[in-house]
């Protein structure tokens, strides 16, 4: 079965300064990844997924993700925070095998300090 | 791109009533949605799956009875919570994607805030 792993609840950053989200996967079979941004009271909106093909993906908001297979990663990246950042952050693994159904990660809280 | 509304954004019921919530595919037909449900601070968890013209799918642990799902058309699917309990507020969240981007290509419905009193 496929699982995903956000290592952090929690993360703070000072406005300017790079955010790195870290997430990590499970899968049998070759994964579509994604990372989503929830604010409160809001649904999911996509950041970024990587399908096929090249392994740095680039996003909305100045996001970037890379998936690199041996390590069965898919860290998110930002390299200058924003305060507008700050929000709940979602990785999630497509189950190809279950009809596509996300399995998300636990999400971390991104926090900008001033 | 694809969206997918959902309604009513949030809803208050008193116990025991059931509520209704609506989740459309605005632009693009979706043979299948997935339903979700969200506790503060807490990850989203799959509910079931939606099939247009067929049974749900619901994931283990899930009481079907409870939460009826009914898939009539190709753009809409309603999750019905019945007899509801305090236990039962949440925030629940749908999802679709268009059938040409699969399992890739899943929009978010924003969500319903249910409030049981």
């Known amino acids: 079965a496929q699982s995903v792993t956000q290592l952090g609840s929690h993360v703070s950053v000072s406005e300017g300064a790079l955010v790195l989200l870290r997430c990590n996967y499970s899968?049998?079979?070759?994964?579509?990844l994604f990372w989503y941004v929830q604010y409160p009271n809001q649904g999911l909106q996509l950041l970024l997924k990587?399908?096929?093909?090249?392994?740095l993906v680039k996003g909305i908001n100045g996001f970037e993700a890379e998936f690199k297979k041996s390590e069965t990663s898919f860290h998110l990246t930002k390299p200058s925070a924003h305060m507008s950042d700050a929000a709940e952050y979602f990785c999630?693994?497509?189950?190809?095998?279950?009809?596509?159904?996300?399995?998300f990660g636990q999400g971390t809280e991104l926090s900008v300090k001033p | 791109g694809a969206v997918v509304s959902q309604h009513p954004s949030w809803v208050i019921c008193k116990s025991g009533t059931s509520v209704k919530i609506e989740c459309r595919s605005l632009?693009?037909?979706?043979?299948?949605m997935f339903w979700y449900r969200q506790f503060p601070k807490q990850s989203l968890m799959l509910m079931a799956t939606?099939?247009?013209?067929?049974?749900?799918?619901?994931e283990q642990g899930v009481e079907k009875d409870k939460f009826l799902i009914n898939h009539a058309s190709l753009t809409l699917s309603t999750l019905t919570v019945t007899s509801a309990h305090p236990e039962d507020s949440s925030f629940y969240i749908c999802?679709?994607?268009?059938?040409?981007?699969?399992?890739?290509?899943?929009?978010f419905g924003s969500g319903t805030r249910l409030t049981v009193v």
């Open positions: 999630a693994v497509s189950d190809l095998g279950q009809g596509g159904k996300l399995i």
């Open positions: 632009d693009f037909q979706a043979t299948t």
């Open positions: 899968s049998s079979v070759p994964p579509y």
């Open positions: 999802s679709a994607s268009p059938k040409s981007e699969g399992a890739s290509g899943y929009t």
């Open positions: 990587y399908t096929t093909g090249a392994t």
């Open positions: 939606s099939n247009e013209g067929s049974k749900a799918t619901y």
